[in-house]
């Protein structure tokens, strides 16, 4: 190919090259649409490839120089460090990690469907056998009846014998870290290949099923939901998601596929990880909740109130999963990409797309 077929023939392409970097140039690599984000990183391999054709067909330095540009500017934005900014911590929460929830959704709901399977069987335990509350109850349950514990926290209600504000603040922190532990065990314990999130979710379902049936057969049912619910609505939810990462980590060691078992958990590690990290303000709430109106009883907070609570916190919590980032063309944000992964996830043949 002579030089002026091979410029011809290739101009388009870095005119379109050119005009993506002006706007990644004003907006950044999330201002692209995946489509241009796949295209950007397409070219960048391209115009690499002419820039080493045009040196063997030319010394022309003006052309030379153009294509050399081209390829330096785009290599800097697709490889240039990631900066931290309060801004990309907004729309990650506000976009992206919604949107991670949603494509995770397998692994989250079958977390979530291990914990139910340990509730029921818990439930199931202790309707056939009252007796096995001993080996499935907590400690601090065991030597007092539900309606007796409920008469208590009841009357200390009506004495006005409320935490004060340290001791809410005190064990709402206390609260906090307990849920962090869970949580981060839920998710760490899938480098046992799943086994240990699996055994964790079931485990502290299986409390939950016991104690339900606890207190009902004892006649307070409605307390216990009432005391539950509130917290747990968001606690679970953390818990829920915790484990669908841990689950993904087990993924990547059980079906490693044409890669070995590092590479796997590597390249998956990085969405487990995410997951884990947007789990912290729900717990931040979840803490405060059980520091506070969990433990606000009749009859200071009447239990339909208390349920009417814990109603509003699923409903706020489904509207960020469920609908919170998906304006725009499938899914996205108005011209931008779901993650901002389209270019590099291009770039290494990955597709990097938003949700359908």
């Known amino acids: 190919m002579d030089l002026n077929t091979f410029i011809q023939k290739r101009r388009p392409q870095w005119k379109r090259l050119e005009e993506l970097l002006i706007a990644v ?15 950007f990183a397409q070219l960048y391999r391209d115009v690499s ?20 540009d081209l390829v330096a500017r785009t290599y800097g934005h697709i490889y240039a460090p990631r900066r931290f900014s309060l801004a990309s911590i907004f729309w990650f929460f506000v976009r992206d990690y919604p949107r991670l929830v949603r494509r995770e959704f397998v692994a989250i709901a079958l977390a979530a469907g291990i914990f139910f399977g340990g509730a029921a069987f818990g439930a199931g335990a202790m309707l056939l ?15 007092l009846d539900p309606s007796e514990r409920v008469k208590q926290l009841e009357g200390q209600m009506e004495k006005g014998e409320e935490m004060t504000a ?12 307990h849920n962090i532990q869970v949580t981060f065990l839920a998710f760490v314990l899938g480098l046992t290949f799943s086994v240990g ?9 299986l409390m939950i099923g016991a104690l339900a049936v606890n207190y009902h057969a004892d006649g307070v049912g409605l307390f216990f939901w009432a005391w539950i619910l509130p917290h747990g609505v968001p606690e679970l939810t953390s818990i829920f998601i915790a484990g669908g990462a841990g689950l993904i980590l087990g993924r990547a060691l059980w079906q490693p596929g044409r890669r070995s078992r590092a590479a796997a958990l590597k390249l998956h590690a990085g969405r487990a990880v995410k997951l884990i990290l947007g789990t912290a303000p729900v717990l931040v709430v979840a803490g405060l909740i059980e520091g506070s109106i ?9 239990y339909g109130v208390k349920l009417a609570f814990a109603g ?9 999963f469920g609908l919170v980032g ?20 291009a770039g290494s043949g990955g597709s990097g797309g938003s949700e359908g």
């Open 25 to 39: 140039d004003s907006r950044g690599l999330r201002g692209l649409s995946v489509v241009e984000a796949r295209q």
């Open 129 to 143: 056998d009252p007796s096995a509350g001993a080996y499935l109850l907590p400690k601090q349950h065991l030597h």
């Open 197 to 205: 999130t699996l055994i964790v979710l079931f485990y502290n379902g």
């Open 326 to 345: 998906r304006t725009g063309p499938g899914g996205g944000a108005p011209g931008a990409s779901s993650t901002g992964r389209g270019a590099t996830s």
């Open 49 to 68: 490839s002419d820039l080493v054709r045009a040196r063997s067909l030319t010394a022309n330095p003006e052309l030379l120089e153009y294509i050399n």
């Open 166 to 177: 340290d001791q809410q603040a005190y064990f709402s922190a206390y609260l906090f870290t």
């Open 294 to 302: 969990s433990q606000m009883h009749a009859p200071v907070m009447p």
């Open 312 to 320: 509003v916190m699923a409903v706020c919590l489904a509207v960020y």
